[in-house]
């Protein structure tokens, strides 16, 4: 019975997303954030985003205050994602964050056979919570180029019916900036670690990723932003690797528009998304954000996220 519900959860995740494979536990590496979904995903070298708990935990570096907090609300197919985030930043620039995020199925239809019957409606959700920790550690010792680290250790769960597979997991990254911090440069080492359920041992989905991001002040009213992420993990294994890109065009400081791509699995979908940051006070930040992404065949997932950000301003530096 258990490794017929297993193989139900390695269902679930697979047909709910198109980009997860064929494993347990893979809703992990699901985007469920709004400003990185618009960009395709790529987010590896990204900096001072409180989504970095979930990505790269080096991002989450350079934050403009001391706190910071962010949720978000998606509504899909077969289920709905939720993410949610809270960051603390020293003066020294250390910062410490914590994220959860998950998502929960529409209830499966009875019709699914194990032991000697056939299920009634059973209740599925994914769970996922981890706690994060950045130092900017070419501010903090003067190295001659901006460099941050960073770490998450997290919990994961996913459950149908009575039947759970748990996970203990950690991720590194680091992230170099060039060029006053125009030019980035990151990598991404996430799900380092080990789970399963009472019957059987699974490994969490290891995803190696390498990122680069370029910022162009093209007038003081506009700018362009552009990340780029390539799986390096599946490349290293002789597959084709899964490659997210995006754009952003940056108005007024006020106003962004993104489109984003992604390749895997022999498909090419298209993300897009929009926002707007508002100064509720002097240095305190409120971002409201916007994306769809699209599914070969399943169809649009429509996010919504804000996130505010308040207290002593920090920053980041830029006389790299």
Same mark, same amino acid.
Not at 13 to 28: D, K, T, W
Not at 35 to 42: E, H, L, R, T, Y
Not at 301 to 306: A, E, G, P, V, Y
């Given at each position: 019975?258990?490794?017929?519900?297993?193989?139900?959860?390695?269902?679930?995740?697979?047909?709910?997303?198109?980009?997860?494979?064929?494993?347990?536990?893979?809703?992990?590496?699901?985007?469920?954030?709004?400003?990185?979904?618009?960009?395709?995903?790529?987010?590896?070298?990204?900096?001072?985003?409180?989504?970095?708990?979930?990505?790269?935990?080096?991002?989450?570096?350079?934050?403009?205050?001391?706190?910071?907090?962010?949720?978000?609300?998606?509504?899909?197919?077969?289920?709905?994602?939720?993410?949610?985030?809270?960051?603390?930043?020293?003066?020294?620039?250390?910062?410490?964050?914590?994220?959860?995020?998950?998502?929960?199925?529409? =209830?499966?239809? =009875?019709?699914?056979?194990?032991?000697?019957?056939?299920?009634?409606?059973?209740? =599925?959700?994914?769970?996922? =919570?981890?706690?994060?920790?950045?130092?900017?550690?070419?501010?903090?010792?003067?190295?001659?180029?901006?460099?941050?680290?960073?770490?998450?250790?997290?919990?994961?769960?996913?459950?149908?019916?009575?039947?759970?597979?748990?996970?203990?997991?950690?991720?590194?990254?680091?992230?170099?900036?060039?060029?006053?911090?125009?030019?980035?440069?990151?990598?991404?080492?996430?799900?380092?670690?080990?789970?399963?359920?009472?019957?059987?041992?699974?490994?969490?989905?290891?995803?190696?990723?390498?990122?680069?991001?370029?910022?162009?002040?093209?007038?003081?009213?506009?700018?362009?932003?552009?990340?780029?992420?390539?799986?390096?993990?599946?490349?290293?294994?002789?597959?084709?690797?899964?490659?997210?890109?995006?754009?952003?065009?940056?108005?007024?400081?006020?106003?962004?528009?993104?489109?984003?791509?992604?390749?895997?699995?022999?498909?090419?979908?298209?993300?897009?998304?929009?926002?707007?940051?508002?100064?509720?006070?002097?240095?305190?930040?409120?971002?409201?954000?916007?994306?769809?992404?699209?599914?070969?065949?399943?169809?649009?997932?429509?996010?919504?996220?804000?996130?505010?950000?308040?207290?002593?301003?920090?920053?980041?530096?830029?006389?790299?």
């Amino acid at each position: 019975m258990r490794s017929r519900i297993v193989a139900v959860l390695f269902f679930c995740g697979s047909i709910a997303h198109p980009y997860v494979g064929a494993s347990a536990l893979e809703f992990m590496n699901i985007d469920m954030c709004a400003v990185s979904s618009s960009f395709g995903g790529a987010g590896s070298a990204s900096s001072g985003t409180i989504e970095g708990v979930y990505k790269n935990p080096s991002s989450i570096t350079g934050l403009p205050t001391a706190f910071s907090v962010y949720g978000s609300y998606a509504l899909y197919v077969l289920d709905s994602l939720y993410s949610g985030a809270f960051a603390y930043q020293f003066e020294n620039g250390i910062v410490l964050a914590f994220g959860t995020k998950g998502i929960f199925y529409n =209830a499966i239809e =009875a019709g699914i056979p194990y032991t000697s019957g056939f299920s009634t409606n059973l209740g =599925a959700f994914d769970l996922y =919570a981890a706690g994060a920790i950045a130092l900017p550690l070419g501010d903090m010792l003067s190295l001659p180029i901006g460099f941050s680290v960073g770490a998450t250790l997290g919990y994961a769960l996913e459950v149908l019916d009575t039947t759970a597979i748990h996970a203990f997991v950690a991720s590194v990254g680091g992230v170099a900036f060039f060029v006053e911090r125009k030019l980035t440069a990151g990598v991404t080492i996430k799900n380092i670690g080990i789970g399963g359920t009472d019957a059987e041992t699974i490994l969490p989905p290891l995803e190696i990723l390498l990122g680069a991001g370029y910022t162009w002040d093209v007038i003081d009213a506009l700018s362009l932003k552009g990340l780029l992420d390539i799986d390096a993990l599946s490349f290293a294994q002789g597959g084709i690797p899964t490659v997210r890109a995006g754009v952003e065009v940056l108005i007024m400081k006020f106003a962004a528009v993104r489109l984003g791509c992604v390749y895997a699995d022999s498909q090419f979908d298209i993300t897009a998304g929009a926002g707007a940051k508002f100064s509720l006070t002097a240095g305190a930040p409120f971002s409201v954000d916007y994306s769809f992404s699209t599914a070969t065949w399943i169809g649009m997932r429509h996010t919504l996220s804000m996130s505010y950000s308040f207290g002593d301003i920090r920053g980041q530096k830029t006389t790299r």
